[in-house]
């Protein structure tokens, strides 16, 4: 049996303000071809489909032209929902979908209703765990406020389920944080209680994990010999944390044994990311030699000049036009905020205290000129009003 383990598309989400519409069609449309050069039964895809609940419209088209593809293709697809998505509207039309091959999985109902597919070693169960917010799924789970209570239930009702029907091979789709995978700054916080994750050993007796939520491409290690727990990854990056990820799908073969064979098969769509780190002179006179393969990359730059350099950003687009953000980490570090808030109980003179904000926001103390914009500026400010108004 091979399927084609993908999640986190994200559909609709911006970079640094900057639309993805374009990169996440051209994923789309490569997805599908890869689905039928390699000949996968299905595709799973592990939730967060939309980047928010209520999805733009051009979005929404974005993923019903993917569903009509994998449809015309006869390839069956599988859809579970994240924390992103609106359960409501992402598993809206299901029943009908269906009938396509587009089988969406969005609900608590929905965990003991699998795809079940077949090849010459017989059937393998395809079940879908949504994004299960304790909150509002303990109850009807019987469970405990904590992710690890009630996707532990959940995984219970599936086992139940597949030991009914006799289905020795099953995949489970699930949209968590397991314990033991390395997350970026672009996932959202999902904690209950301060805990956010789940420990892996709640999937015993599953053949593979398709999980979703983390961004980044990895295999979680498993309690199991025979279960496999792995994150495909987001198919672009939406966060610099995530600059040195190989995005990519991920490819399952499952034996009729349940041995599992995993290939990452590389995105080949979307921008590159790129952090530039250093004092701005030297930055701009590298910009058209050793530096001007960014020209084609999302690029962050960290400067570490002792003062914030004005217009910097404009002066690295006319390089690097796709440069997105501007950082500030001066050699030898920001004023620390203690020793700052320390410095103002001591001085009752506003120039200080002005001069002394200059230093905290700029990395660097006025220099004369500045010192005496500051100095103008207070004596005008405490001038009576009848010499300001002569």
Known sequence: ??????????????????????????????????????????VVVAGDV????????????????????????????????GNHDSPIRLGFGGRFHERGGIHLRTTVADLDRPVVLHDVDGPVGVYGIPYLLPDAVMA??????????VLTAAVKRIREDASTRGLSRTVVMSHAFITGGQGSDSE????????????ADVFEGITYVALGHLHGRQTVTSPFPTTTLAYSGSPLPFSFSERNHTKSVSVVDIAGSGAVEVEHVDVPVGRRLAEARGKFEELLARAEGDLAHLADRWVRVVLTDPGRVLDAMEQFRAHW????????EPEGGLVDE?????????TTDPVEICASFVTYVGGAAPDEAESTVLSDTVEYVQRPKEATAR
């Open 321 to 328: 036009p796709h440069t997105v953000e501007i950082g500030f």
């Open 338 to 346: 203690h020793d700052d808030l320390a410095n103002l109980r001591r």
């Open 140 to 149: 009807e789970l019987d469970a405990e406020r904590s992710h690890q209570s």
């Open 188 to 199: 959202r916080d999902i904690r209950v209680g301060g805990i956010a994750d789940a420990s």
């Open 50 to 81: 939309y980047d928010r609940a209520v999805p733009a419209a051009d979005t929404m088209r974005l993923l019903e032209t993917a569903f009509e593809a994998f449809a015309d293709a006869e390839i069956p697809l599988v859809v579970s929902c």
């Open 1 to 42: 049996m091979r399927i084609l383990h993908t999640s986190d598309w994200h559909l609709g989400r911006t970079f640094h303000g900057h639309s993805l519409h374009e990169d996440q069609a051209a994923f789309l449309e490569w997805l599908v071809k890869l689905a039928e050069e390699r000949d996968v039964q299905a």
